[in-house]
């Protein structure tokens, strides 16, 4: 075997890798771009009536990442940029959505190999399971299948830019290009919060793997809170209040936050065995870890993974601190689990979730590292004849470098077509909703979010049996719910029964009131009843929190309706401008002219709206009557 291309210039090498990245993520991630809008990808792309927009770009800066809902403490202005500009450039559709994610992917794959290439510098005449260490890890980076949720899930591209504007900050604090390091840094923040976790890594990988002294590291740092106060500036324009962080997790999200410390901290030791469970036979993937899918442990004796959990910890904290130890391989593979893992281990403080996949992306990259690291280590000892394992067992002989190349690359080969398999057919489950909460319910009977997802599948299609019967499990699992007690709602909306139906909604927003879909239904509800008024508060509500065209347009003829024409241009004005270019605004603003009797005007957006292909009798009829009007 010819091993020559490894001797290849640098820059070769480089453009070698990253080819190769791009390539191989859409080979495995391909079959993705075909997926829908999923889960959050509606309520945060789909729905955003701000991303459409191109007056809002630069509002998106001091927005929060929920439009208009601060209280939930989440600001990424730069992943929310990143949306806008994908749509005006590639349109509505999540292929191009899907696209990007995998670019980014890639490119966050390639500064995995870049990083590991400078932090294991070559030696003279190094082994060749070493030289291969940089390729091992960017190769288990690229196609772990935990990485599939924040790759084929749009919403996941928080992740992904987080990922490389951190990469990107500790490859430039590492080459002493501040500046870089800097603005990278600054970026990262602006994709996800997560990102400070960033800074402990440096500060760790330079006063300990590479042995810079404590003063200089610590004085280096300073260069970090000048972007740190200017993230810190805008994240309390756009959150206020809430600048220091969520606090609107409920008990379905994470159980975790209103659970006592001692179930807290044991609980979260099985999380962190289900993690590693997950890095290393990733079979059992799910996008749902809500309530009541993973049970809570009261007695750490009880749970052998909470056990299992503690000692890996344990483990790693010794790895780090351990003056034998700190200084392999091993460690700094840890550095680079451990502190991501932290920020969202729920040991620290209560995060969003309980457990989630797409929060394992930057921890996996320790992860690759770990495996890369120990797979050199097993392959050098074997050729040098020392007893391990694999000697003992006597697959090949201790002596051979032949037979240790042999062994690792087979191994390699073979984690390779696993990782690569699973994940092209994990990919599939995040087509669309159904396929989707149908796998997820595979992995677990019990979780709620799972169960109403799929009462609404079979809502969607009609099945109002079925929805019955699922909605009755969600009631046994948990009724005080929000999402539930709306689908309730919608049930006997479909029966006629209104009084029930506007209990459920009224319950569904008592329990959530920025419920935006109960908000929906109930103005919905109100306009069958001739109830107009009470219908058109609804709907305010409703494009406060997601100002789409549909919804702002229901509300400006709810408006026209009851002879408020006035408050219907006002609210047009606001989020189209006075000159709207599309075909039904201009016909509702024409609509509201017509209504107020100011027939000139009237005939200036209808005729437009006509020319723009709407040609529905009302407006042939009100053009007909209005110039009639203005002719006298």
Same mark, same amino acid.
């Given at each position: ?8 210039? @640098? ?9 190769? #990245? ?111 260490? +940089? ?17 084929? *899930? ?5 992740? =992904? ?11 430039? *604090? ?16 602006? *994709? @996800? ?7 402990? &890594? ?5 006063? %300990?793997?590479?042995?810079? @002294? ?68 990733? !079979? ?21 993974? #909470? ?5 890996? =910890?344990?483990?790693? &904290? ?9 200084? #392999? ?13 932290? !920020? ?25 590292? &770990? ?21 003992? %067992?006597?697959?090949? +002989?201790?002596? *051979? ?32 909703? #159904? ?13 709620? &979010? ?26 046994? !699992? ?20 209104? +009084? ?41 509500? %409703? ?66 709206? @006509? ?22």
């Amino acid at each position: 075997m010819n091993f020559q291309f490894i001797n290849f210039k @640098k820059r070769h090498e480089l453009w070698l890798v990253l080819i190769l #990245s791009l390539i191989l993520s859409f080979v495995i991630f391909g079959n993705g771009i075909t997926g829908e809008f999923v889960f959050d990808d509606v309520t945060v792309i789909q729905n955003r009536g701000d991303l459409t927009n191109p007056d809002n770009f630069f509002n998106l800066f001091i927005s929060p990442y929920h439009q208009n809902m601060p209280k939930t403490g989440l600001y990424r202005p730069l992943t929310m940029v990143s949306y806008a500009l994908n749509y005006h450039i590639f349109g509505p559709s999540p292929a191009s959505f899907h696209v990007i994610n995998i670019i980014i992917h890639a490119l966050n794959s390639f500064f995995v190999f870049l990083l590991v290439k400078y932090l294991f510098p070559p030696k003279a005449d190094p082994p060749l399971a070493d030289k291969f260490l +940089p390729y091992a890890t960017f190769i288990l980076f690229l196609l772990h299948p935990i990485h599939t949720e924040a790759v084929t *899930s749009i919403v996941g591209r928080a992740e =992904l830019l987080s990922f490389l504007w951190s990469a990107l900050t500790i490859y430039f *604090s590492l080459k002493d290009k501040k500046t870089l390091a800097g603005t990278s840094f600054l970026l990262a923040l602006a *994709s @996800k919060e997560s990102a400070l976790m960033v800074l402990p &890594i440096i500060f760790f990988t330079e006063w %300990v793997w590479l042995g810079k @002294k404590f003063y200089n590291t610590t004085i280096k740092f300073t260069y970090f809170s000048i972007p740190l106060v200017a993230y810190s500036i805008f994240r309390y324009l756009a959150l206020g209040q809430y600048f220091t962080g969520d606090i609107t997790t409920t008990l379905i999200e994470n159980p975790l936050k209103f659970a006592d410390w001692p179930e807290r901290i044991f609980t979260s030791a099985k999380v962190l065995f289900m993690y590693w469970e997950r890095l290393l036979w990733p !079979i059992h993937l799910s996008a749902d870890y809500s309530y009541n899918t993973i049970k809570l442990v009261t007695n750490v004796l009880n749970s052998w993974q #909470s056990i299992i959990g503690f000692a890996a =910890l344990f483990f790693m &904290i010794a790895v780090l601190i351990l003056p034998r130890t700190q200084k #392999s391989g091993l460690a700094l593979g840890v550095t680079i689990f451990l502190f991501p893992y932290l !920020i969202i281990s729920n040991l620290i403080f209560p995060v969003g979730t309980i457990m989630g996949e797409r929060l394992m992306y930057f921890p996996s990259f320790g992860f690759a590292i &770990i495996s890369a690291f120990g797979l050199s280590k097993l392959s050098r000892s074997q050729a040098s004849g020392k007893r391990n394992l694999a000697s003992v %067992v006597g697959y090949w +002989p201790p002596n *051979s470098g032949r037979a240790s190349l042999l062994w690792s690359g087979s191994l390699i080969i073979a984690v390779i077509c696993f990782y690569g398999i699973r994940t092209f057919v994990r990919n599939n489950d995040w087509q669309n909703h #159904s396929t989707l909460f149908n796998s997820a319910l595979k992995e677990s009977l019990d979780g709620l &979010i799972v169960s109403n997802a799929l009462a609404g599948i079979h809502i969607r299609v009609s099945e109002w049996d079925k929805a019955k019967k699922q909605l009755e499990v969600s009631r046994s !699992i948990y009724e005080n719910n929000a999402l539930l007690q709306n689908l309730l709602g919608i049930v006997a909306d479909h029966e006629g029964n209104y +009084p029930l139906a506007e209990e459920k909604y009224k319950r569904s927003l008592e329990l959530n009131p920025d419920m935006t879909v109960s908000n929906i239904n109930l103005g919905e509800l109100y306009l069958k009843q001739g109830r107009f008024e009470e219908a058109g508060q609804h709907f305010l509500k %409703v494009i406060n929190f997601y100002a789409t065209k549909e919804h702002i347009l229901r509300y400006a003829y709810i408006q026209i309706t009851i002879g408020k024409s006035d408050e219907a241009l006002a609210i047009i004005d606001k989020y189209f401008g006075s000159r709207p270019l599309d075909g039904d605004t201009l016909t509702a603003a024409g609509t509201a002219y017509f209504v107020k009797k100011d027939y000139k005007q009237a005939l200036t957006f209808l005729k437009k709206a @006509k020319e723009m292909g709407n040609k529905e009798l009302d407006i042939e009829k009100m053009i007909r009557i209005a110039e009639e009007a203005t002719s006298h």
